[in-house]
């Protein structure tokens, strides 16, 4: 045996635990930054796979719907402004015959996000799916479009409102503590690090005008994107994922993209000195009245 491999490897671990267990204690070491009380809707369950059986919950979240993204026209509130605030270089004009190949190479950059839970920014988004929902009413009028697309459409907004996350980002900014004075609510605004990348769209034309080019912004994946669920929480979760994992759910994540399926669980999260979460409850939510009814019968 290579007893000087072995102490390194164990030195490593402890070294690396402690490393850990610092970060941790640094991160919890003030009263919360945020203290959020989250659904299903907003924090998806996981599945194990063979090599972990521990559970986490994944934040799920809407941004501005902008771009190919876009049911309505325009660059949302990411937009060229904002994304100049976050240092972007956006001086090339876009009429430029260089600008549409200049933009496409512009690297993300690092920003806070504010997300806000079921507030103004969720009606909006709510607003403007009905918007589309009317706009591809009038195309079909206009035998532009199939109804099949409206059917789809309305099916979608009943899925937002029923089960969707109400978790939308609202702003963003280079300096967290200035974006905590601007969305001073604990309870309602979390304040994250994440990525943006900077989009262009070209001039189109058509038979309602011509549209012209703009820039707009998209934020990427979180860097914690995952929530560990600690062993005092966990048994409240595992029957649902081991009743989901028997249905044959393929996916690694449990949906709540279902019309009429309502959220299981409540979770309330803390977000400490670090921006970083960590789960101090879990609850099962009442059963739907539904469901209910149908046992009685």
């Known amino acids: 045996m290579n007893r000087p491999g072995l102490w390194l490897g164990l030195a490593l671990i402890l070294v690396t635990n402690a490393f850990v267990l610092t970060g941790v204690a640094y991160n919890r070491s003030t009263e919360p930054e945020a203290v959020i009380h989250l659904t299903e809707r907003e924090l998806n369950l996981s599945f194990s796979v063979e090599e972990n059986t ?8 809407h941004q501005p719907q902008s771009g190919i993204y876009a049911r ?13 605030s976050l240092g972007f270089d956006c001086s090339t004009p876009l009429t430029d015959l260089e600008a549409e190949w200049r933009y ?27 918007q589309n929902i009317e706009r591809i009413a009038h195309q079909i009028e206009r035998k532009e479009r199939s109804p099949e697309v409206l059917k789809n459409a309305r099916e979608e907004l009943d899925r937002l409102r029923n089960t969707g996350s109400r978790l939308v980002a609202v702003d ?11 969305y001073p609510d604990r309870h309602r605004f979390i304040v994250l690090p994440a990525e943006v990348n900077l989009q262009y769209v070209p001039q189109t034309s058509n038979k309602t005008g011509i549209h012209h080019a703009y820039l707009f912004g998209r934020i990427s994946e979180l860097p914690r994107p995952e929530i ?38 409540s979770v309330v999260v803390n977000y400490g000195k670090r921006r970083e979460p960590w789960i101090v409850d879990v609850q099962l939510l009442p059963a739907p009245k539904r469901e209910r009814t149908q046992n009685k019968s």
């Open 54 to 61: 521990g559970i986490s919950l994944l934040l799920v979240w």
């Open 72 to 84: 309505v026209e325009g660059p949302g509130w990411l937009d060229q402004a904002k994304l100049e």
């Open 104 to 130: 496409r190479k512009a690297l993300p950059r690092k920003a806070y996000v504010v997300f806000e839970y079921e507030g103004k920014g969720w009606q909006n988004l709510l607003d403007t799916t009905e």
């Open 172 to 182: 963003a900014g280079s300096d967290p503590f200035r974006l905590r004075q601007l």
């Open 228 to 265: 560990h669920v600690p062993m005092t929480h966990r048994s409240l979760l595992e029957k649902i994922r081991n009743e989901e994992q028997q249905a044959g759910r393929a996916s690694r994540y449990s949906s709540r993209w279902e019309k009429d399926q309502e959220p299981r669980y």
